[in-house]
């Protein structure tokens, strides 16, 4: 009798992602349910939640960053330091904190609210629409970035007079948002997020 033949050891299995979810809104801007954010951007993006941050340093310079290749809309695109989507039941400034750790791997002062109304929609080259009601926050950090790669491919400290002046000279080189939430802020104030006491 000739010995059983030994099994392969079972591969093990990858835990399944968990699955972020964006909340939806309808179109007074009110939360209308929720939608996972893997099939929220395409060519007729519903209406819902989002979240832009401008990131200072103690020299009151601004983080721009340039998204990653992999990005499904705006990919290598320049913008403001980052954005994102709080997850349904989430405050905003927790959102902003938890996105910043984990894009950028910084740990940012206090957030700031500067622009709550903001909203837009925008339509990428390659036809995925953005369509956000996206409030606008500013917060300091200490030290450099380290970007996940998926994320962000590059990442400069630029003075905020220059940022609103290549906004304003070359909006095709930066993202729609950026473009839009800079000249409000700029009208607002010539330097929103440069830390009080500068």
Same mark, same amino acid.
């Given at each position: 009798?000739?010995?059983?033949?030994?099994? @392969?050891?079972?591969? @093990?299995?990858?835990?399944?992602?968990?699955?972020?979810?964006?909340?939806?809104?309808?179109?007074?801007?009110?939360?209308?349910?929720?939608?996972?954010?893997?099939?929220?951007?395409?060519?007729?993006?519903?209406?819902?939640?989002?979240?832009?941050?401008?990131?200072?340093?103690?020299?009151?310079?601004?983080?721009?960053?340039?998204?990653?290749? #992999?990005?499904?809309?705006?990919?290598?695109? /320049?913008?403001?330091?980052? &954005?994102?989507?709080?997850?349904?039941?989430?405050? =905003?400034?927790?959102?902003?904190?938890?996105?910043?750790? =984990?894009?950028? #791997?910084?740990?940012?002062?206090?957030?700031?609210?500067?622009?709550?109304?903001?909203?837009?929609?925008?339509?990428?080259?390659?036809?995925?629409?953005?369509?956000?009601? &996206?409030?606008?926050?500013?917060?300091?950090? +200490?030290?450099?970035?380290?970007?996940?790669?998926? +994320?962000?491919?590059?990442?400069?400290?630029?003075? /905020?007079?220059?940022?609103?002046?290549?906004?304003?000279?070359?909006?095709?080189?930066?993202?729609? /948002?950026?473009?839009? =939430?800079?000249?409000?802020?700029?009208?607002?104030?010539?330097?929103?997020?440069?830390?009080?006491?500068?």
């Amino acid at each position: 009798m000739s010995a059983p033949t030994p099994r @392969p050891a079972a591969e @093990p299995t990858k835990p399944a992602e968990p699955v972020e979810y964006v909340v939806l809104l309808d179109a007074d801007g009110r939360p209308a349910g929720r939608a996972a954010k893997s099939e929220v951007h395409h060519r007729d993006t519903p209406l819902h939640l989002a979240f832009s941050c401008y990131i200072f340093d103690r020299a009151g310079r601004l983080l721009v960053t340039r998204r990653a290749l #992999g990005k499904a809309a705006w990919p290598g695109v /320049w913008t403001n330091s980052c &954005c994102g989507h709080p997850a349904p039941g989430e405050a =905003q400034p927790d959102a902003v904190r938890r996105r910043v750790a =984990q894009e950028l #791997g910084l740990v940012i002062g206090e957030v700031r609210e500067l622009l709550p109304d903001f909203a837009y929609r925008a339509v990428d080259a390659s036809g995925v629409v953005e369509n956000e009601v &996206c409030p606008v926050f500013a917060a300091s950090a +200490e030290g450099d970035p380290r970007p996940d790669p998926g +994320e962000v491919m590059d990442w400069r400290w630029v003075r /905020w007079p220059d940022f609103v002046a290549l906004a304003a000279s070359a909006p095709w080189a930066l993202s729609p /948002w950026a473009v839009l =939430q800079t000249e409000r802020l700029r009208v607002m104030s010539p330097d929103p997020g440069v830390p009080t006491g500068r």
